[in-house]
């Protein structure tokens, strides 16, 4: 079992920026991605960025450039720095941990911060 723990949400205008945190705690020595999802109303839950155990990264079109994610998969953190942000960036974010055992995945999934972008 992972725990996972977003803290940093909040209400910004447009073209500021904001740092989400995620702390994972439970059996966080076999998470081998972890990252962020957001949804916003009435949308389906997308990617915006994970980096692996291998520190390789992968975004969202929509946030490249603008979101930088960073932490330490053996530190039990990730981090997401997040500027430029415009309203479309409004959304719940998750924190989420593929964890690998015996060759299966599972995934987990962080309680939600709210990110609230104004025009």
């Known amino acids: 079992q992972v725990q996972l723990v977003e803290s940093g949400g909040g209400l910004v205008q447009a073209g500021g920026s904001l740092r989400l945190s995620c702390a994972a705690s439970?059996?966080?020595?076999?998470?081998?991605?972890i990252g962020w999802y957001r949804q916003a109303p009435g949308k389906q839950r997308e990617l915006v960025a994970t980096?692996?155990?291998?520190?390789?990264?992968n975004y969202a079109d929509s946030v490249k450039g603008r979101f930088t994610i960073s932490g330490d998969i053996a530190k039990n953190t990730v981090y997401l720095q997040m500027n430029s942000l415009k309203p479309e960036d409004t959304a719940v974010y998750y924190c989420?941990?593929?964890?690998?055992?015996?060759?299966?995945?599972?995934?987990?999934w962080g309680q939600g911060t709210q990110v609230t972008v104004s025009s």
């Open positions: 989420t941990a593929v964890v690998v055992v015996a060759g299966h995945d599972y995934d987990y």
């Open positions: 439970g059996s966080t020595f076999s998470i081998n991605v």
């Open positions: 980096f692996n155990s291998g520190e390789s990264t």
